[in-house]
């Protein structure tokens, strides 16, 4: 008999059927036990005579039955499936279940979020985080469906690779070929979607992987899921029509609702003024009870600032003393273009960059790029590198550069806090389906781990201490 889904028992009164799925509860009442049977589809109520008391909860089983109408004063108005029951003729247990170490019958905000994380597998099987799964595939989903409906094409770039800067650390990746050489995880595919546009791509996408070596917060992993995007030919308010689009169509696609259509744009300056920050929440108390989300686009940046000493990375990056603000592969304004080239009136140049802000949060930046090779020499020639060093961090680049290269532009949106405030939550580790820790382990599996002497030798890596 195949298999039937709890969601289509109520149109199969009298039959008798095959479900699996989990003991979600279980009453014992001497011969009689009622368990509820949970699928992905459902749960429902079944009855079993003398037998299946000693079911666990959470145990996997397999039930043949038949789907019975309650008696009209039996029937629970507060189940989607109350009008029926099955009766339990046989069954088997598929996967046992012993003692749970976490429950799952809340919504899990009460429970240690470390233990969680550790069991992650169970606490995924709450009804809040299935929710969170299915919206995430559902809103990416919708995404792709507008991205390629409007001529984009998804590529993959590489995960292995050499170090692109976003203003964070990069992970990097020792090669056993190549001793004392190491790849970095990408920051972001920055470089190669921009070598796509070299490429003849004109528009590109990818749901893309990113990995920064940076502080962890509750808004920040060291991973996260960007939608990545680039195009030629445009101007920066093309793309910004363009992404306005997407994300309207796609919030929609998932029940959302938006506050403002169009979304409103400020300069980098009004924001500054006006709310004391480049990211803002334009909710009213009443926009933030019904969950709308208000979005908005912040234009016209400072390209370049002052280097903060006790950042790292900055400091790497701006050897000169400044550096980028967002990203050092933007263009600046016509209008400043001259400075930037002459590298004169540094903190006045302003870059075609744009922000997307949605409750508080920064859910995406993109720039217009400098695809003409004497322009990003002169950005990186502004944060103080030689031209040896130019030449070995983007020399790449620069040679793409001479073999026709369209003007180009392109955003990152950022998934996890999209869904985060679709969802209303405010933790991006509660929609990341095996976040790590606060303190920077791996769900489940607790990495980093150690290696064994023979995996160090192979590498030759020395670990010190
Ligand atoms: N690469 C940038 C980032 O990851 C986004 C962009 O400018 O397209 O933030």
């Known amino acids: 008999m195949q298999r039937s889904m709890i969601g289509e028992l109520a149109a199969m009164v009298g039959e008798t059927v095959r479900v699996a799925g989990w003991v979600q509860t279980k009453r014992d009442h001497g011969k009689l036990t009622f368990i509820d049977l949970r699928d992905r589809s459902g ?4 009855v079993g005579y003398q037998k299946m008391g000693e079911l ?18 039996l029937v629970n108005p507060e189940q989607v499936l109350g009008m029926i029951e099955l009766d339990v003729q046989s069954y088997q247990v598929l996967g046992e279940a012993g003692e749970l170490p976490i429950p799952i019958d809340s919504d899990g905000y009460e429970i240690n979020e470390e233990v969680r994380i550790q069991y992650r597998y169970l606490d995924l099987r709450r009804p809040r985080l299935q929710r969170m799964l299915k919206m995430r595939s559902d809103f ?57 546009m070299t490429a003849g791509v004109e528009r590109y996408f990818q749901m893309a992987r990113c990995i920064r070596d940076e502080d962890l917060r509750a808004d920040r992993g060291f991973e996260f899921t960007q939608l990545d995007l680039e195009m030629s030919f445009v101007t920066q308010q093309e793309v910004m029509q363009t992404v306005e689009g997407l994300v309207k169509q796609a919030v929609k696609a998932v029940g959302g609702t938006l506050q403002q259509d169009p979304f ?18 334009l909710r009213s108390d009443s926009d933030k009870e019904q969950g709308v989300l208000a979005l908005a686009w912040v234009e016209r940046f400072p390209f370049f ?20 603000t967002h990203n050092p592969f933007s263009m600046p304004l016509p209008e400043h273009l001259e400075w930037h080239l002459a590298g004169e009136h540094i903190g006045e140049i302003v870059t075609q960059q744009y922000d997307l802000v949605c409750n508080g949060y920064e859910v995406g930046g993109g720039s217009i790029r400098a695809h003409r090779p004497e322009i990003l020499r002169a950005t990186f020639k502004i944060m103080g590198y ?10 790449h680049m620069l040679k793409a550069f001479t073999v026709g290269t369209p003007p180009h532009g ?51 890596l020395v670990v010190k201490g």
């Not at 749960?43 to 079944?46: E, L, S, T």
């Not at 094409?153 to 090669?175: C, M, N, Q, Y």
């Open 386 to 395: 030689s031209d040896e060093q130019i030449e070995e961090g983007i020399g």
């Open 140 to 196: 990416t989903h919708a995404l792709r469906l507008a991205l390629v409906e409007q001529s984009f094409v998804e590529v993959e770039t590489p995960l292995l690779t050499k170090s692109t800067k976003e203003g964070a650390r990069d992970f990097v990746v020792p090669s056993r070929q190549h001793p004392s050489k190491f790849y970095a995880l990408p920051q972001s595919p920055q470089q190669y979607k921009q070598l796509l």
């Open 43 to 46: 749960v429902v109520q079944a």
């Open 56 to 73: 666990s909860v959470e145990a996997v089983v397999e039930l043949e039955a038949v789907v019975k109408a309650r008696p009209e004063k």
């Open 305 to 324: 600032k002052p280097v903060d000493k006790e950042d790292v990375a900055e400091v790497r990056d701006g050897k000169s003393g400044w550096t980028f």
């Open 264 to 281: 409103p744009v400020f300069t980098y300056q009004e924001a500054m003024e006006k709310y004391g920050a480049d990211k803002f929440d």
């Open 410 to 460: 392109g955003i990152a949106l950022g998934m996890d806090r999209l869904v985060m405030l679709l969802l209303g939550e405010t933790s991006l580790r509660e929609v990341t389906p095996f976040p790590m820790t606060s303190s920077g382990r791996t769900a489940i599996m607790d990495a980093p781990s150690s290696l064994s002497a023979e995996q160090l030798a192979e590498l030759s």
